[in-house]
C-alpha cells in the first residue's frame, strides 16, 4: 500500500507540471484529488486487506485516467482511441469511492465482516497447489487470491465503462431515426453496436469464470480453516462440555461459509459497479437536465433529472426498509429452526433401533412434527414479510419504467430535447435509479447475509471462548516429564459450573504397574480419565504425562467412523497404516473372527455390530497402536467375564511394554491388576482416593 500511496503521489505531481500549459489542460481538481488519494492509500494501510483491494483497484483507475487524459493533452492519444478515453471527472471519482471505502473501513459491521473475510487473503499455502501457473505467478495463495479480486474489480469497472457508451449509442441511435438517417442508423448498428456487444460478453465470461473459481477455493479454505480449528486442541468437545451457545455448528460450517463467500463478493462487487454506474450517469443526467425548468414554472432547476431520480429512489429505500426490517431476524431464525430440524433427523438415523426397541416412534413423530412447525410458521412468516416487499418493490421498479418518459414526455413535444435525449434520458434515469435503489432490491439479501454473518461471528466467538477454558490458571496443567509414569499434584477436577467433584492430592501410576480404578457411580472416574488425557478444562493442580510416550484412552462406547471396516479399525490412525495380515490377525485375538473377510465392507458399524463386538473392536485398535499407556474407561463392560478376561490376556501378551489403567465395577478385573484405587465421595461431596491396595500380577 505505501508503495502505491508514492506512486500515486509521484505521477499526481508529474500530472500537474506536465498537463499545465497545454491547450487541453488536465483540470486542476484530477492531481489535487490525486494527492488527497496518495494520503488515503497511506492512510489506508492497516485497514482490512479485502477493503484494500479495492482502494487499490480505485488507485489504479485515477492512473489510467489522468493518465490518459494527460496524454490527451498532448495530443498523443490515437484519434481511433479517443472517444474510449474517460472524462476526467472520473479520476476525481475513482478518489472519491477510494475515501468511501476507507471511510466505511470504520463502520463495525463492516469490520465485523472483514474480519471473516481477511484471513484468506493471508494464506501462505503455495499458489501452485491449486492454481498451476497462474498460482506460481503470485507466490502465496492469498497473493492469487487477492489478484482475483482484483481481475473480478477490474472486468466489473469496464462493464460500467461499457453501459456508459451503450447509453451514448442509444442517444445516437434514436436520433438517426427521428432524422430519418439510415447510414447513421446501420453505422450504429454494425460498427457501434455490434463492438460493444463483442466486449460485453467477454467481459461477462471473464467475470462469471474468475468469479467462480475464485468463490470455489475461497470456500475449501474457509471451510478447512473452520473444521480444522473446531476439532483442533478438543475445541469441539469443550464447546459441548462448556454450553457454549453456538448452536448446530454442522450449518455453520457448511452452510452458512458457502451463504457468506456468495453474498460477500455478490454484494461488495455489485455496490462498487454501483457506485460507478450512480456517479457517471447522474454527471449525464446533469448535463442532459440543461433548461429543464420545473413542472409549470419557469422555474430552471439544474441537475432537476438527477433530483428526480434521486427521490423516486430515497421514497423507495425508506418504505422497503419499514417493510423489510423484520426480515433479518426471521432469516437468522429460519437457519437455526432448519438445522435444528436436520439435527433431530440425523440423531434418529444413529439411534434407530434404540427407538425402535423403545417403541419410540409416536415420541419422535411428536417431537419431529414439533420442530419442522418451526421451520413452516417461520417460513410462512417470511413469506408473508416477503410478499410484503416483493409487492412493492414490483411495483415500484415497473413504475419507473415509464416514469421518467411520463416526466420527460412534456419537453419532447416542446422540443427542448430531442428523441435520442429522452431515449438517452430515460435509461440514465433508470440507470440511477437502479444504482440508488440497490439497496431496495439487495435487501432481502442484506438481510440473510446479516444472519449469516452473525452466526458465523458467534461460532468463532464460542470456539474462541472454547479455546481459552483452561488454559488461564487455575488450570489443569499437563506437563511432560522425564520418566515414564503418570503422576498427579494436586489435582481439583471441578464441573462447569465450579462444582469440585474430585481431589487427589498426590498420586503416581508407574510403568509396568497396572491399576484399577474403582468407585461408586458418579465419582469421578471417567472425569478423572479425561483429565489424564488432557481434554476435561475445569480445576487445577498438575498431571504430568511421560514425555514422548503415547497415552490411548478407549472409553465405555467407541466412536466408529463412517467408512469400511479396515477403516474403523485403523482409526484414529489413517488409512492403510497397518498391513491386512496384521489387522486379521487382530481381529482373530479379539474374538472377532467372522469380521476377518469384511474389511473393505463399507456399513454403518456403529449400528451393524453389537456393544459387545464395538468394544471388541476398540480393543482392536490398541494392539494395533501399541500405545506406552492404555486407559480402559469400562472399555470391556459389555463382555461377558471370560471374554472380558481373554481380552485382559490378549493385551497383557501383546502388549507387553504397555502399562494400563482401568475403571471397571467387576471384582474379576482385579486378577489382572497390580493396585487398586478407590474413589470414594466424601462429606463435602468431593471424591478422594481413599484406599489403595497392592496384590501381586497374577501370572500369565
Ligand atoms: N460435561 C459435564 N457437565 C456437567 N456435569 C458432568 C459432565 N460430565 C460429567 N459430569 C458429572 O460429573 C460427575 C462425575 O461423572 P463421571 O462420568 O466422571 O462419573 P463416573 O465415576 O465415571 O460414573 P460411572 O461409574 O457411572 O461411569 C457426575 O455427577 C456427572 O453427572
Known sequence: MKLIAIVVAVASAAFLALSQGQVNALPLYVPVSGFI???????????????????????????????????ASFGLVPEALEALVPPAFMATASVSFAALVYGVSFVPVVRTITNLADPYFYSVRSGAENFGWFGRLFGSEGRVAVAMVAIIIATNFVQVGLNIKFNLWYRDLFDALQNKNADAFWYQIWWVFIPLLVFWIIFQLLDFTVDTIFRIRWRQWLTEHYFSRWLDRSTHYKMGVAGQNADNPDQRISVDVA??????????TQMMAQLATLVSFTVLLWGLSEGFTFPGTAVVVPGLLVWVAAAYSLVGTVLTHLIGRPLIRLDFLQEKFEANFRFSLA???????????????DAEKANLRGSFADVITNVIDILKRRLKIEGFRFSWQQMSVAFPYLFMGPYFFLERITLGQLQQGAQAFNQVNASLSFFISAYTTLASYKATVDRLVTFEEAMGRAETIGTVPPHIERKQAPDNALAIRN??????????????DRLDLKAGEPVLVNGPSGSGKSTLFRALAGIWPYGSGEVDVPEGRTVMLLPQRPYIPQGNLRDAISYPAVAGTYDDAVIKAVLATVGLPA???????????????????????????????????????EASSALDE???????KAIATMLPDTTIVSIGHRSTLAAFH???????PMEDGVSRPVETERVPVPAG
Open 37 to 71: 488519494l496518495a494520503g488515503l492509500l497511506w492512510l489506508a494501510r492497516e485497514i482490512s486487506i479485502f477493503l484494500r483491494i479495492f482502494m487499490g483497484m480505485y488507485a489504479l483507475g485515477y492512473l489510467l485516467v489522468a493518465g490518459a487524459k494527460t496524454l
Open 259 to 268: 451463504s457468506f463467500i456468495a453474498s460477500t463478493m455478490t454484494l461488495s
Open 347 to 361: 440423531r434418529l438415523r444413529e439411534y434407530g433401533e434404540q427407538v425402535a426397541l423403545l417403541r419410540g416412534a
Open 491 to 504: 489435582l481439583k477436577i471441578d464441573l462447569p459450573n465450579g462444582q469440585r467433584i474430585l481431589e487427589i
Open 595 to 633: 469380521l476377518i473377510d469384511r474389511l473393505d465392507d463399507d456399513e454403518n458399524w456403529g449400528q451393524r455390530l453389537s456393544g459387545g463386538e464395538q468394544q471388541r473392536l476398540a480393543i482392536a485398535r490398541a494392539l494395533l497402536a501399541k500405545p506406552d499407556w492404555l486407559l480402559l474407561d
Open 642 to 648: 471370560k471374554s472380558e478376561r481373554l481380552v485382559y
Open 674 to 680: 497390580a493396585r487398586r484405587i478407590d474413589l470414594q
